[in-house]
């Protein structure tokens, strides 16, 4: 994989913990007891990974303009990531991944042919992202949760055919 001049930013891996396992109940209160077993584990999940929610872009464009990412609990410790976008004439879309934080590239939904995306872990506030395409790097974002846990900061890192480089940032607020 051609990863080109963008990944020359220090990395420092680190692995993202397992989920919180919960047992049902059994008897009258079952389904209760599962109920609550769940939401325990929902919020010890939250507490693991503080990204878990929903965040909306900041943006200056007219309605119905708006971007929504949605980011949740997937497998022993990784995280599901949709992004639904409704454009200025109303017009909606969505894409999205799994990552584990492992560096490993997964297959974008909605992405389009050969779209893969792979979130390695810098620090407790920080990932990494790397977007591709064909098995070619063309993007990186590095993704910071601010300490208040409210906002997320994007930088995006493109590097050009030619070799030039354009970075450009967003600014996502909890809204969930």
């Known amino acids: 994989m051609n990863i080109r001049k963008l990944l020359s930013i220090p990395l420092v891996l680190a692995t993202a913990a397992g989920g919180l396992a919960c047992g049902s109940g059994d008897g009258e209160g079952a389904d209760e007891a599962t109920a609550g077993a769940e939401a325990a584990q929902t919020a010890a999940e939250t507490l693991e990974n503080p990204r878990f929610g929903v965040w909306q872009l900041e943006s200056d464009r007219p309605p119905p303009y708006r971007n929504v990412m949605t980011y949740e609990p ?17 017009e909606t879309s969505s894409w999205g991944y799994v990552t584990m934080f492992d560096g490993e590239f997964h297959p974008v939904e909605g992405g389009g042919e050969g779209a893969t995306t792979a979130v390695e872990v810098v620090d407790d506030r920080t990932n990494r992202i790397l977007n591709a395409r064909d098995g070619e790097v063309y993007q990186v974002i590095i993704n910071v949760l601010s300490e208040d846990g409210n906002t997320i900061d994007n930088e995006y890192r493109r590097t050009r055919e030619d070799g030039t480089e354009s970075v450009s940032h967003a600014v996502y607020r909890r809204i969930e």
């Open 74 to 90: 997937y497998g022993d410790g990784g995280m599901k990531i949709t992004v639904a976008t409704t454009n200025t004439e109303g």
